[in-house]
């Protein structure tokens, strides 16, 4: 496949920034979207030029490191992936791609299509986590028995990568859906309850406090979410808010 790419460069926070327009040739439909990246910038360096600057790490969907609009969506036109699964077969020879960073107040760009995510850490470490005594007088976990059902939909919960797509595709880029995801893997289970209405106040207190916007039920976040965490996590984030709140 012979493709365009329209890519978004910015040299740093403070540079304007720009769409370049590219050519990359011979892109096998069997390459990720990220090895295609790969060709681009072998043949950049090779011509002395500046790489374009992207966030990748583990590459198999697990990490949440990955991050692009591609064609105007979060991770790309396919579901439920992340972009390193994403595969150059989506695309068909002649296609004009264009690729910008997630956007969000809350995720300024530092270089090319590299934006910062660490609001998203700030706010699990306002209580995203369950304080255990560790002194060797733990009790066992399995010792507590949990519906099945609990377990399932704390698991799903828990799926959630961190990669921030549902904040890049909220028009409000509210992170509502992140939140909802690490509150609810906590309330369903008994260890979760100890803390948990410290755990949502604090956790939308930081969230508030990062820029991210208010939710207003469209759904984008839900579309887009490589690990499709459900909305009805907001619905629960929203219901253990209440309860903390009286
Ligand atoms: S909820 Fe989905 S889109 Fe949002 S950070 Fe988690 S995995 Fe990414
Ligand atoms: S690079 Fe780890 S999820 Fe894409």
Same mark, same amino acid.
């Given at each position: 496949?012979?493709?365009?790419?329209? !890519?978004?460069?910015?040299?740093?926070?403070?540079?304007?920034?720009? !769409?370049?327009?590219?050519?990359?040739?011979?892109? *096998?439909?069997?390459? %990720?979207?990220? $090895?295609?990246?790969?060709?681009?910038?072998?043949?950049?360096?090779?011509?002395? $030029?500046?790489?374009?600057?992207?966030?990748?790490?583990?590459?198999?969907?697990?990490?949440?490191?990955? %991050?692009?609009?591609?064609?105007?969506?979060?991770?790309?036109?396919?579901?439920? +992936?992340?972009? &390193?699964?994403?595969?150059?077969?989506?695309?068909?020879?002649?296609?004009?791609?264009?690729?910008?960073?997630?956007?969000?107040?809350?995720?300024?760009?530092?270089?090319?299509?590299?934006?910062?995510? %660490?609001?998203?850490?700030?706010?699990?470490?306002?209580?995203?986590? +369950? *304080?255990?005594?560790? *002194?060797?007088?733990?009790?066992?976990?399995? @010792? !507590?028995?949990?519906?099945? #059902? /609990?377990?399932? $939909?704390?698991?799903? @919960? #828990?799926?959630?990568?961190?990669?921030? /797509? &549902?904040?890049?595709?909220?028009?409000? #880029?509210?992170?509502?859906?992140?939140?909802?995801?690490?509150?609810?893997?906590?309330?369903?289970?008994?260890?979760?309850?100890?803390?948990?209405?410290?755990?949502?106040?604090?956790?939308?207190?930081?969230?508030?406090?990062?820029?991210?916007?208010?939710?207003?039920?469209?759904?984008?976040?839900?579309?887009?979410?490589?690990?499709? !965490?459900?909305?009805?996590?907001?619905?629960?984030?929203?219901?253990?808010?209440?309860?903390? %709140? +009286?």
């Amino acid at each position: 496949m012979n493709l365009t790419l329209k !890519i978004w460069r910015q040299k740093s926070p403070k540079d304007k920034g720009q !769409i370049v327009e590219y050519k990359v040739n011979d892109i *096998s439909e069997h390459m %990720s979207f990220l $090895e295609m990246l790969d060709v681009l910038n072998e043949d950049l360096v090779a011509k002395g $030029e500046e790489p374009v600057a992207f966030d990748h790490d583990c590459r198999e969907g697990i990490c949440g490191m990955c %991050s692009l609009h591609i064609n105007g969506e979060a991770h790309g036109p396919d579901r439920l +992936i992340t972009t &390193c699964q994403l595969h150059m077969r989506t695309f068909k020879d002649g296609d004009t791609i264009f690729i910008e960073p997630f956007r969000s107040k809350a995720f300024p760009i530092i270089k090319d299509l590299v934006v910062d995510r %660490s609001a998203l850490d700030r706010i699990q470490q306002a209580g995203g986590f +369950i *304080s255990v005594n560790t *002194s060797g007088n733990t009790q066992d976990a399995n @010792a !507590i028995p949990i519906a099945k #059902a /609990a377990a399932d $939909e704390s698991m799903d @919960a #828990a799926t959630c990568i961190g990669c921030g /797509a &549902c904040v890049a595709s909220c028009k409000n #880029a509210s992170a509502m859906l992140f939140m909802s995801a690490k509150v609810s893997q906590y309330a369903l289970l008994p260890q979760g309850r100890v803390e948990a209405a410290d755990r949502v106040t604090n956790m939308i207190k930081q969230m508030d406090k990062e820029g991210f916007g208010n939710c207003t039920n469209t759904g984008a976040c839900e579309v887009e979410c490589p690990k499709g !965490i459900s909305l009805n996590n907001i619905a629960r984030l929203n219901r253990e808010y209440l309860k903390a %709140s +009286i």
